[in-house]
């Protein structure tokens, strides 16, 4: 099934379908209630070597109907703290530290519907062209049980309101009230600082998410 | 994994697959022949053939883009001023006609799950054509042979069947070390989940579960049981047909898929409720694997040959140096 490296004969992108109600056995089998794989990827990424500040981020996933989902899985990837992202596309200068992959996966509690998510802070990656740095923040992913395609929002820092300002893919939503949605607000509890990020998938408060 | 001893037998080589079964008195193997086995079982398996992957570069992928005024010399300098920045590769826009659409009422779950408010279209930046990578270290040498990686006592119940395949972009390249992951219902259509209360029994030797990273080419296989139809809540009467779920990365974040393989005469295809979110019939013929009798092993086990393809993207030029080719 050769094709000539010719003409515009791209091959179309394989349909996504929903990850349903048990995408925990496969991605996050602990949580389906088994023991399966020596080494499992988690959500606590932030090995004790690597430099920045440790952060806890936790939220609930809003369904239209206001309800928490408790099914949903969620994960997350981001630069270090110097804005880095451990991928060879990145080539800025920001040091680069091998050791955190910076890529977390979690799913939403099946008892109260919290996910948690334990990292670091990151700092800020230059934007699209070199024209504007992009606040810190964290790309999120969403698949689940009656999500057909997986849903792509970013999450950014409430105390960062400066650098949020000026962020160029906030600043492309029209509506400013909405640009909320992705500003999670910091807060310390026992010691901890914490970045509380509620997505809602649908309804008044509707999430911004991308199509990138 | 599971740890070595609760597997009994061999470690699953490419070479061994299905030739022989599982037997108390094979030896435990060692570490590092467990890690041999792994390397092995990361390759193509031996005795399954199979078509060569598309090898073309796309249209475009070699063409230099320029910025928006033609200005690639003044973007390249200024990129140096600050360390180059603009992505290596940015990603051919999603066809979001061949996806099922957020809100499809034929499946129920999804229309309170739905955004209403179309997505905000983003210009790739570092953020998106980046992405999480993985490393064979990480896998056990049984993580993709279904059959063993869960086995306590004996074999699981059912048919089994190795399913394998490529993983390519848009542009027909082989996405090597790409970590794919998989799960499924046992043969009876019973996860091993908590939530999953079916009256199938669980299977004591069968987690359902597994995952491999793709070779140099591209290619991943494993071997499982064929998994059984399960009724599910949204019509009174609806089943899902046979059906393995697949989680896929690719190079970039904004790559990264989680879809489901079926299996060809499977006859609950046409009233399946999730294959028929997909708007695109052709589009949805590409999530049936296909009977690959030249893979199936001669009086062992039958073969499905199932193909990824994630999107694809164009490079870019900088400073006379063609990146990420």
Same mark, same amino acid.
């Not at chain 1, 990151?122 to 070199?130: A, D, Q, T």
């Not at chain 2, 086995?37 to 320029?66: C, D, H, I, T, Y």
């Not at chain 2, 991943?220 to 047909?241: E, I, L, Q």
């Given at each position: ?212 | ?78 990129? /140096?001023?600050? +360390? *180059?920045?603009?992505? &290596? ?6 066809? #979001?006609?061949?996806? $099922?659409? !957020? ?51 004996g074999e699981p119940i059912g048919e089994q069947i190795i399913v394998h395949g490529y993983v390519l972009d848009g542009n027909g390249t082989p996405l090597a070390g790409t970590l794919v992951e998989v799960w499924q219902a046992n043969a009876g ?17 069968? /987690?359902?579960? +597994? *995952?491999?990273?793709? &070779? ?6 494993? #071997?499982?049981?064929? $998994?059984? !139809? ?96």
């Amino acid at each position: 099934m050769q094709r000539p490296p010719f003409g515009l004969a791209y091959l179309p992108e394989t349909p996504s379908q929903t990850a349903g109600p048990y995408v925990h056995i496969g991605l996050i089998p602990k949580q389906a209630g088994f023991d399966i794989f020596e080494n499992n990827f988690g959500g606590d990424i932030a090995g004790p070597d690597v430099p920045g500040e440790r952060i806890t981020i936790e939220g609930r996933i809003f369904d239209g109907a206001g309800h928490a989902t408790r099914d949903v899985l969620v994960e997350t990837w981001q630069a270090n703290a110097a804005g880095r992202y451990n991928h060879p596309a990145d080539s800025q200068r920001g040091t680069l530290d091998k050791s955190f992959r910076g890529w977390a996966r979690t799913g939403t509690d099946f008892a109260t519907g919290v996910y948690t998510i334990r990292t670091i802070k990151p700092g800020s990656v230059v934007g699209r062209k070199n024209r504007r740095r992009m606040a810190p923040h964290i790309n999120f992913w969403l698949a689940s049980r009656g999500i057909n395609i997986g849903l792509a929002t970013r999450m950014y820092f409430g105390d960062e309101e400066a650098a949020n300002a000026e962020d160029p893919v906030l600043n492309i939503i029209e509506q400013a009230e909405r640009r909320k949605t992705l500003v999670a607000p910091r807060s310390e509890r026992g010691g901890n600082i914490v970045y509380t990020f509620d997505i809602h998938l649908q309804g008044e408060r509707e999430t911004v998410f991308f199509d990138a | 994994m599971r740890k070595a001893s609760a597997v009994k037998g061999s470690s699953f080589k490419g070479s061994q697959i299905g030739s022989s079964k599982v037997g108390p008195s094979k030896p435990v193997p060692s570490k590092a022949r467990r890690a041999k086995a792994n390397k092995a079982s990361l390759s193509e398996a031996p005795g399954v053939k199979v078509a060569a992957p598309f090898s073309f570069r796309g249209a475009g992928s070699e063409w230099p883009q320029l910025d928006r005024d033609g200005q690639k010399g003044r973007m390249a300098r200024r990129s /140096g001023e600050t +360390g *180059r920045s603009m992505p &290596d590769a940015e990603f051919h826009q999603r066809d #979001r006609g061949i996806h $099922p659409p !957020a809100h499809t009422p034929v499946y129920k779950t999804s229309v309170l799950r739905s955004p209403r408010i179309p997505l905000w279209s983003l210009q790739n930046s570092l953020s998106e054509v980046t992405g999480p990578t993985f490393s064979p270290d990480e896998l056990g040498p049984l993580d993709n042979d279904l059959l063993r990686n869960y086995a306590h006592d004996g074999e699981p119940i059912g048919e089994q069947i190795i399913v394998h395949g490529y993983v390519l972009d848009g542009n027909g390249t082989p996405l090597a070390g790409t970590l794919v992951e998989v799960w499924q219902a046992n043969a009876g259509g019973r996860y091993r989940h908590r939530n999953d209360t079916y009256i199938a029994p669980i299977d004591p030797n069968f /987690g359902g579960c +597994g *995952r491999m990273i793709t &070779d140099e080419r591209g290619y991943y296989f494993f #071997r499982t049981v064929k $998994p059984g !139809a399960y009724p599910f809540r949204n019509y009174v009467n609806s089943w899902r047909p046979a059906h393995i779920h697949f989680s896929v990365f690719g190079t970039a974040f904004v790559q990264r898929l989680i879809t489901q393989m079926y299996f060809e005469g499977d006859p609950l295809i046409p009233h399946d409720s999730i294959i028929a979110t997909v708007p695109d019939k052709t589009a949805a013929e590409r999530l049936i694997a296909r009977l690959d009798l030249n893979a199936a092993l001669p009086l062992e086990c039958l073969a499905y040959r199932f193909d990824i393809v994630l999107r694809g993207s164009r490079q870019t030029l900088f400073e006379n140096k063609l990146q990420g080719s």
